[in-house]
């Protein structure tokens, strides 16, 4: 396993490829196109990753195991429809607080060194409050509802292959991987509180929102690549993401309205089964001065569009995108088989569009973004 520094000394190849200057104009156009966009941070089960092999301590020999643990924190409480937020959710505090704890384990196989396979299992713990005081939404609901969730279980289970397009054991200045896997609706969909939902009345079993559920609901083909470009000798670009393919169209579960509120339309009466992305693009820089120690900057966009790939689009969802800068730190040690990597991320731009029951119907809804979002983790390679 070679370091950064030890993989650029190698080769110095400066000019960049063609299918980076592609995947640059990919990323731009997907952040700009609003049919892709479309993400209201209150779906967040991607951890993601930053920078390639070669910052992260080199490739994954053959015949070698990686076990990651990742983390990912977000609080999501700022309400947007498309891109105006709504400050007076906040101000009169009738938004919507939405805390998110993501713990992700993957166990990645290289069985060649071009091919790997791996399997993902997340877990989540979540909270979602509200308050929508008496008489506050078209003279509904007729007294105050409070709802405050708390769920927590094991997420869909994913597993994976991956490879290379260029062999590792000969390329070490640029490379594209791609992935392709199954995920399991081994995650709770319908997790319930007991919660008095109205000053005075009985306890009912309520539903939590779709948003901090565990699982989807449905099977899903996560589709995913990293790609690098060595500039110099310390100095790497990288372009990674994902993209999860859901081809049922709802879940099943009720979209139950709180107590006083009319029934949802036919459009949204179950939760849809929503595709998921995430793109990262940045720039990696091993530091000459900490031996292991690698900065990165760049920006972070995951979304929930309004239209699948696969599939129809109508159930309840709630889709947007958020654009992140994304700064972090990578330290590797113990000869690169151990990583530890962090990273905060600041939201630059948040934008709820409008789902296809939305535009259906003439209205356009709401959602909840986080200003910060924490990521981590630890690697080891055996």
Same mark, same amino acid.
Request: hydrophobic content about 40%; aromatic content about 12%; overall charge negative.
């Given at each position: 396993?070679?370091?950064?520094?030890?993989?650029?000394?190698?080769?110095?190849?400066?000019?960049?490829?063609?299918?980076?200057?592609?995947?640059?104009?990919?990323?731009?156009?997907?952040?700009?196109?609003?049919?892709?966009?479309?993400?209201?941070? !209150?779906? #967040? &089960? $991607?951890? /993601?990753?930053?920078?390639?092999? =070669?910052?992260? %301590?080199? *490739?994954?020999? +053959? @015949?070698?195991?990686?076990?990651?643990?990742?983390?990912?924190?977000?609080?999501?409480?700022?309400?947007?429809?498309?891109?105006?937020?709504?400050?007076?959710?906040?101000?009169?505090?009738?938004?919507?607080?939405?805390?998110?704890?993501?713990?992700?384990?993957?166990?990645?196989?290289?069985?060649?060194?071009?091919?790997?396979?791996?399997?993902?299992?997340?877990?989540?713990?979540?909270?979602?409050?509200?308050? !929508?005081? #008496? &008489? $506050?939404? /078209?003279?509904?609901?007729?007294? =105050?509802?409070? %709802?405050? *969730?708390?769920? +927590? @279980?094991?997420?869909?289970?994913?597993?994976?292959?991956?490879?290379?397009?260029?062999?590792?054991?000969?390329?070490?200045?640029?490379?594209?991987?791609?992935?392709?896997?199954?995920?399991?609706?081994?995650?709770?969909?319908?997790?319930?509180?007991?919660?008095?939902?109205?000053?005075?009345?009985?306890?009912?079993?309520?539903?939590?929102?779709?948003?901090?559920?565990?699982?989807?609901?449905?099977?899903?083909?996560?589709?995913?690549?990293?790609?690098?470009?060595?500039?110099?000798?310390?100095?790497?670009?990288?372009?990674?993401? +994902?993209?999860?393919?859901?081809?049922?169209?709802?879940?099943?579960?009720?979209?139950?309205?709180?107590?006083?509120?009319?029934?949802?339309?036919?459009?949204?009466?179950?939760?849809?089964?929503?595709?998921?992305?995430?793109?990262?693009?940045?720039?990696?820089?091993?530091?000459?001065?900490?031996?292991?120690?690698?900065?990165?900057?760049?920006?972070?966009?995951?979304?929930?569009?309004?239209?699948?790939?696969?599939?129809?689009?109508?159930?309840?969802?709630?889709?947007?995108?958020?654009?992140?800068?994304?700064?972090?730190?990578?330290?590797?040690?113990?000869?690169?088989?151990?990583?530890?990597?962090?990273?905060?991320?600041?939201?630059?731009?948040?934008?709820?569009?409008?789902?296809?029951?939305?535009?259906?119907?003439?209205?356009?809804?709401?959602?909840?973004?986080?200003?910060?979002?924490?990521?981590?983790?630890?690697?080891?390679?055996?």
């Amino acid at each position: 396993m070679k370091g950064l520094f030890e993989a650029m000394a190698v080769t110095r190849r400066k000019s960049v490829p063609v299918v980076f200057m592609l995947a640059f104009v990919f990323i731009c156009a997907m952040i700009q196109s609003s049919p892709l966009n479309a993400q209201g941070c !209150i779906i #967040a &089960h $991607s951890v /993601g990753e930053v920078g390639g092999p =070669e910052s992260q %301590g080199g *490739y994954l020999q +053959s @015949g070698h195991f990686q076990l990651a643990f990742s983390y990912r924190h977000q609080y999501s409480f700022r309400h947007f429809v498309g891109s105006e937020e709504q400050v007076y959710r906040t101000q009169d505090g009738s938004n919507v607080r939405n805390r998110i704890n993501l713990f992700d384990v993957t166990l990645t196989y290289q069985a060649t060194p071009r091919f790997s396979v791996d399997a993902n299992l997340p877990a989540e713990f979540a909270s979602r409050r509200y308050i !929508i005081p #008496a &008489h $506050s939404i /078209g003279n509904n609901p007729p007294v =105050e509802i409070t %709802g405050d *969730y708390g769920v +927590s @279980g094991a997420g869909d289970i994913s597993f994976g292959v991956q490879g290379w397009l260029w062999n590792p054991l000969h390329q070490n200045s640029h490379n594209i991987q791609l992935g392709i896997g199954i995920q399991a609706p081994t995650g709770r969909d319908n997790l319930q509180n007991r919660l008095i939902l109205t000053p005075g009345s009985a306890p009912i079993d309520s539903t939590a929102d779709y948003s901090v559920q565990p699982g989807l609901g449905g099977w899903g083909i996560p589709i995913t690549w990293t790609a690098f470009q060595s500039i110099g000798q310390r100095t790497q670009a990288y372009f990674n993401g +994902s993209y999860l393919i859901t081809p049922q169209e709802t879940n099943g579960v009720a979209n139950t309205p709180p107590p006083g509120f009319p029934p949802p339309a036919p459009q949204n009466a179950y939760i849809s089964i929503a595709d998921e992305y995430l793109a990262q693009l940045g720039f990696a820089y091993s530091m000459a001065s900490v031996n292991g120690l690698t900065v990165s900057a760049g920006l972070r966009e995951e979304g929930v569009p309004a239209h699948d790939l696969i599939g129809g689009n109508e159930g309840f969802r709630r889709p947007g995108y958020a654009v992140s800068f994304e700064p972090g730190v990578l330290y590797a040690f113990h000869k690169g088989n151990d990583l530890i990597t962090a990273n905060i991320d600041r939201a630059v731009y948040r934008n709820r569009v409008a789902s296809v029951p939305d535009l259906q119907l003439g209205t356009h809804g709401d959602a909840a973004f986080a200003d910060w979002l924490w990521l981590a983790s630890f690697i080891h390679r055996f």
